[in-house]
């Protein structure tokens, strides 16, 4: 992996199992799923639109870290635990990416620490 370099941010969850929160290469940068916990590792509480915030944020904290930014994201890919959640999670969605990356949202029967969604994506470096 001599093209490829691992990134940490201390401005996001650090990751809680054998993974990294991001891999950067000369083409893309790679970023694993964020669930709505703070850097700090406090589970934020409340409506899916502050979850998806803080997934967001934690996003944000690694494209930084890894010379990226939001607006460079190209593919993006949402885990719900409920369907019902999609219309709410998409309105704090769309603040955030004014670009329309391509997306996928997908239900799912459990997340890690009982989440009810998690984000991940690809962006450009």
Do not use: H
Request: glycine share 4%; charged share 20%.
């Amino acid at each position: 992996m001599s093209e490829a370099t691992i990134i940490v941010s201390k401005e996001a969850p650090l990751p809680m199992a054998p993974y990294s929160q991001a891999v950067k290469t000369p083409t893309a940068i790679y970023l694993c799923g964020q669930i709505p916990v703070t850097a700090d590792g406090n589970f934020v509480q409340g409506s899916i639109a502050e979850k998806t915030k803080q997934c967001l944020a934690n996003l944000q904290a690694v494209l930084i870290e890894a010379g990226s930014s939001i607006q460079k994201v190209v593919k993006v890919t949402v885990f719900l635990t409920d369907m019902a959640y999609f219309d709410e999670m998409n309105g704090e969605y769309e603040k955030w990416f004014k670009n329309k990356p391509a997306r996928s949202c997908v239900a799912v029967k459990a997340l890690p620490m009982g989440a009810d969604v998690e984000i991940e994506a690809i962006a450009l470096p």
